[in-house]
T-cell receptor, first 115, second 116 residues
Framework: QQQVKQSPQSLIVQKGGISIINCAYENTAFDYFPWYQQFPGKGPALLIAIRPDVSEKKEGRFTISFNKSAKQFSLHIMDSQPGDSATYFCAASIDSGAGSYQLTFGKGTKLSVIP | EPEVTQTPSHQVTQMGQEVILRCVPISNHLYFYWYRQILGQKVEFLVSFYNNEISEKSEIFDDQFSVERPDGSNFTLKIRSTKLEDSAMYFC??????????????FGPGTRLTVL
C-alpha cells in the first residue's frame, strides 16, 4: 500500500537522447511526488516535484508527467548529457499538514549517459 | 551553499555494540529526518524530529533506535545494540521551518554503517 514502484532499475542512453523513468503508486493519499537525483558519494538532492492537480511540470530539460487515474508518474530528461549520469529516485509523500513529511522512495534508477 | 554534514562517513562495528551517527543539519532548519538505505534496496524513512520530539517513526524504528538533538547544532541517531541487518547507509536530512510538504528535504552524504 505504501510502496512506490520504479522502473527500470538501470538505463543507458546516448548523449542527446531522452531518458524516461517510470513510477507507480497504490496509496491514493499520496499527494506530493518529488524526484531526487543522487551522485556517487552524495546524498539525494531534490530535482523536481509535482502535485497531482497538474498533469505535467517542466523545469529546463526535466519534465514530470503525472497520470492520476493510472497512479503513475514519470521523469523525462530531454537532451540527456553525460553529467546527468546519476541514480534517480521517485518518491511520494502525504500532505498531512503535520509539518514533517516522510518520503516513500522507489528503488532507484541508475542512469548512464554515454557520449 | 549550506549543506547537511554527517560523521563519520564510514563506521564499522561489532554486532551488539552501540553506535551513534552524527548529523549537523542546515542551521535555520527545524525539521530533521533519518533515512536508511540497505545496499541495493530503496531509501527508507526511519524517523522525523521537530521541536525536540519525534514527529513520526516507521516500524523499522524500534526500541533499539533513538534520536537526540543534544545541542543547537547536532542531531544524532543511536542504535543501542547493533544487528547484522542494521548494515546500511544512513542519511540525515533537514528542511525549513515553514512546515509545508513542498519544503525540500536536504540530505547529507550519508554514513555507511557496517556491522560485523
Amino acid at each position: 500500500q505504501q510502496q512506490v514502484k520504479q522502473s527500470p532499475q538501470s538505463l543507458i542512453v546516448q548523449k542527446g537522447g531522452i531518458s524516461i523513468i517510470n513510477c507507480a503508486y497504490e496509496n491514493t493519499a499520496f499527494d506530493y511526488f518529488p524526484w531526487y537525483q543522487q551522485f556517487p558519494g552524495k546524498g539525494p538532492a531534490l530535482l523536481i516535484a509535482i502535485r497531482p492537480d497538474v498533469s505535467e511540470k517542466k523545469e529546463g530539460r526535466f519534465t514530470i508527467s503525472f497520470n492520476k487515474s493510472a497512479k503513475q508518474f514519470s521523469l523525462h530528461i530531454m537532451d540527456s548529457q553525460p553529467g546527468d549520469s546519476a541514480t534517480y529516485f521517485c518518491a511520494a509523500s502525504i500532505d498531512s499538514g503535520a509539518g514533517s513529511y516522510q518520503l516513500t522512495f522507489g528503488k532507484g534508477t541508475k542512469l548512464s549517459v554515454i557520449p | 551553499e549550506p549543506e547537511v554534514t554527517q560523521t563519520p562517513s564510514h563506521q564499522v562495528t561489532q554486532m551488539g555494540q552501540e553506535v551513534i551517527l552524527r548529523c549537523v543539519p542546515i542551521s535555520n532548519h527545524l525539521y530533521f529526518y533519518w533515512y536508511r538505505q540497505i545496499l541495493g534496496q530503496k531509501v527508507e524513512f526511519l524517523v522525523s524530529f521537530y521541536n525536540n520530539e519525534i514527529s513520526e517513526k516507521s516500524e523499522i524504528f524500534d526500541d533499539q533506535f533513538s534520536v537526540e538533538r543534544p545541542d543547537g547544532s547536532n542531531f544524532t541517531l543511536k542504535i543501542r545494540s547493533t544487528k547484522l541487518e542494521d548494515s546500511a547507509m544512513y542519511f540525515c536530512a533537514s528542511s525549513e521551518a515553514s512546515g509545508m510538504v513542498e519544503d525540500e528535504q536536504f540530505f547529507g552524504p550519508g554514513t555507511r554503517l557496517t556491522v560485523l
